[in-house]
Structure formats: C-alpha cells, structure tokens
C-alpha cells in the first residue's frame, strides 16, 4: 500500500529526529529522613501510601517557581516559562520523570511524629472522642514513621522544549534540553533541602537527602557559605530585602537580613526535627502558667493579643480575664500570629453554654479559607542520620484584611465578630506597649520578629547529641 506523505510532515520529523541525539538522562537517588505523610487521600496515608510522579512534579513546580521564577515580576510572565518547563494540557512537558528502585521499610526503629506537627490529623475535642477517628489517625502516624528510610531514584529525561506554533512548519525551540535540566535542577535542590515528600512538609514532614543535593558540612558557617555558592552555581536570582511576588518565593534570595536560621552543628535527624518544632511551638503558644503544689503546673492566659482582642471583639469574658494582660487600654486590637499561617482556630476553655469566654472563633484571609505558613520548620540533611535543625522563611504577599467566624455563638454576639474585619495595621501591630507581648523591640514582621528572638539564639546553640 503506497502511503504519501507531505513536506510540512517530513519538516516535522526531520526536526525531532535532528534533536534527538541532544537528550539528556539523569538518575537522582532520594533518602526520605523524617516521618512522612503520602499518598492521595486518608486511605492512602494509613496505608504508607507510595511516592507519585504527579505529587513530585507539583513540588517541583513550587520550588521552581520560588527560585528560579523570582526573577520574573508578575504571574503572566511566570506562567509563560513554566509551561515550557513543566509543561500545560495542551504542550507536552520536555522533562519527563520516573520513579524506580523504590525501598520501602528501609528503618527499624521509629520515632513519633512532633505534636505539634501532627495535630491536624487529631482529634482535638476531648469529648465524645470517636474511636475509629483515633484508629484511623494511629494508623496515619504509624504509616508516616514507617515511611521514614523510604527510598527511590528519580529519573528524568530532559528534552528540548519544542512547540509548533501558528504559520509555522518547524517547531520553536524555546529551550536547549540542558536548559531545561538547569532549570529543574535548581527546583530539585531547592525542594531536597528546603522542601519534602507528602503532606506538613513545612513543619517538616517527608524532609529529603540526596547525595547530588544534599550540603557537606559541619557547621553553620559552612552551610551558609554552602547555600551563597549554591544561589551562584544555579543562578538564581537577587532581590531587595522589600521585594515580593504574587508567589511565595525562597526570602534567602532577597537581602532580607532573617531569611533563614540553622543551628551551630548538625544533629541527629529526628532530634533536630523535634527541636526546632519545638522552640517554634514555644515561641508560638507563649503563656503563663499557674503553679500549684499538689499539680503539675497549668498553662494561663496568653501573652499574644489575639485572645484578649476577642474578648474586647465580643464584650465577652470570664470576671477572672475583664483585666486584659496582652493588651493595655490604649492598644487596638491585634491579630499578628495570623502572619504564621491560617486557619486559626481559638478555643477558650472557660466558655460554658455560650457564657464567660469567647465562643470557638475561626480566623482566615478575607473571602479564603487559609493561608500556607511563610516559615518552613525541618532537618536540612547532610546524610541520611545527621542534619541541621533549620527554619527557612518564604516571602509571601503582604495580608491586607482577615475576617472572624464563630459557629458556636449566640446571634448577638455571631454578629459583631462577623462584623469585624482585621485590617493590616492589627495584622502587623507597629507597637504594642506591653511588656509581655512576644514581638516586644521587634519588628511588625512577626516571622523576622520569631527568628531574632532569645529563644532561637538559644536554640541554635544547642549541643548535638553523643549518640
């Protein structure tokens, strides 16, 4: 059977056939360290889940966007290079990925995932606990330090990024196949140090080490040097300390002076991990505590603005908290931990019957249901055992306004919280003049604030383990 083919159609493979020989093949071996959530859904996360190429990917596009598309200046432009990267429905991805070698089970012994990491996949009501809720979120913990020693090999074919466009016989070139490895490259190192595998990656969960990635060093000073080369040999881009995007973006790129803290020397994986939540947690949840000889002591009232600024918000309290001791008379309210991520839920537990306390309030950006975290709580590994304990800082838009929401409350008192609207100066309080507030002869930037404060300067002294 004759078969007649046309000359645009010969052009189009003549084209391929010339690019061929200019693919590029690399295998990257990838070390899960820390417990981690995967998979798809609830089902997959009590089950251990497996790592999945479309997940990886989606990482991978994050992390691209958040340094090597820094350097475009609005989400148009961005858009239009990550499609000739990563690819869209209608072009064809030039990079195209697999997964082998995956080990599963790689560690015998298992250490708990942080509380404070955790706690979304809790049951955080103390009554009526349901059962299969708590088997089922067992099971979820048990999967995810299960999955701990996971590892696979990420294989990745790198192709010219063509596309034909309108008129044209041959197709565009957009990018050289060892353009295209240059840019995903810098998304991969990005998303093995300062990234994850699975679900909570930025409280540290499914924290990755890799061989061709992975810094060698020994102190801090050798880390920071590391990452400056680094920033160098993937030319990345440099901002201004104000500089932000419509995009979350790595803030070690601009000259913001708090863009990243890790501690003096690297510890035990785990260690580090729990370390670090938990001086941020600390830091996050500062309270007073009520002492007492007969029993352990309790946590008090809070020294942040938010609970008291409820109270002022509602008319509502307890005749021991009418004395507010977060916010002084002549201080407006305040709501500055909604820069640490959002939904915040606020629970006050001397509210009885809708009396006393606030009721259950709900904090969230205006007319959105959350805010991802700007700060990245994790083990940086510098081996599958040892890593440093880090805090690594996104810049993210400026919040404008936050809105309140209460289910629980009575009519009255549903209305004036629903009525308030947060505007940015109660978002980034300038001043608040009171001796207990965290952020105290700090800055409106309450993640700056965190990171300059006593309780990270110790944390990043601390002394490794011996073991």
């Not at 189009?12 to 071996?29: C, R």
């Not at 350097?71 to 990563?86: G, P, S, T």
Request: glycine share 4%.
């Amino acid at each position: 059977m004759e078969v007649n083919v046309e000359a645009p159609d010969l052009q189009k493979v003549e084209q391929w056939i010339e690019s061929a020989g200019k693919n590029l093949f690399e295998q990257y071996p990838i070390t899960v360290v820390t417990s981690a959530i995967i998979g798809k859904d609830l089902q997959d996360h009590m089950n251990g889940g497996e790592p999945r190429i479309s997940s990886i990917r989606g990482h991978l596009r994050f992390w691209w966007r958040a340094t090597r598309g820094a350097k475009y200046k609005d989400a148009h432009d961005l858009k239009v290079w990550e499609r000739q990267i990563f690819g869209d429905t209608s072009l064809p991805s030039p990079c195209k990925l697999k997964l082998t070698s995956v080990v599963k089970n790689g560690r015998k012994e298992y250490s708990s995932i942080p509380t404070y990491v955790s706690f979304p996949y809790r049951d955080q009501k103390k009554k009526n606990k349901d059962k299969n809720k708590e088997e089922m979120q067992f099971k979820v913990f048990e999967a995810a330090q299960k999955n701990r020693g996971l590892s696979f090999i990420l294989q990745i074919d790198y192709l010219d990024s063509l596309e034909y466009l309108q008129g044209q016989e041959k197709p565009h070139r957009w990018l050289t196949a060892i353009e295209v490895k240059n840019e995903v490259e810098a998304a991969l190192w990005a998303w093995i140090n300062f990234g994850g595998i699975g679900a909570r990656t930025r409280r540290g969960c499914g924290s990755l080490y890799s061989a061709f990635f992975s810094p060698q060093a020994a102190t801090s000073e050798e880390l920071e040097g590391w990452i400056k080369q680094c920033v160098a040999e993937y030319r990345l881009p440099v901002l201004n300390a104000n500089e932000h995007r419509e995009w979350p973006i790595l803030a070690l790129l601009t000259e913001q002076q708090n863009s990243i803290a890790v501690q003096e020397q690297p510890d035990a994986v785990m260690k580090a991990w729990e370390e670090t939540v938990r001086v941020y947690s600390k830091f996050r949840q500062k309270r007073n505590w009520k002492k007492d000889i007969n029993r352990k002591p309790q946590p008090g009232r809070s020294h942040w603005p938010e609970p008291d600024s409820l109270r002022r918000i509602t008319g509502q309290s307890t005749q021991l908290h009418k004395s507010p001791v977060s916010l002084n008379p002549k201080d407006d309210i305040a709501f500055p931990r909604a820069q640490f991520g959002m939904p915040i839920i606020f629970r006050f537990k001397d509210n009885i019957d809708g009396k006393g306390d606030p009721p259950e309030t709900e904090l969230v950006p205006l007319n959105k249901k959350r805010l991802a975290s700007p700060l990245i709580l994790k083990s940086l590994a510098v081996s599958e055992d040892k890593a440093f304990g880090a805090m690594i800082c996104l810049v993210q838009p400026p919040l404008e306004r936050l809105q309140l929401s209460s289910s629980d409350a009575s009519p009255e008192v549903k209305e004036k919280v629903e009525n308030q609207t947060i505007n940015k100066k109660q978002i980034y309080p300038e001043k608040i003049e009171n001796s207990l507030y965290p952020l105290r002869n700090s800055v409106p930037n309450a993640v700056e604030g965190f990171l300059r404060s006593e309780v990270v300067r110790q944390w990043k002294k601390m002394q490794p383990s011996r073991r």
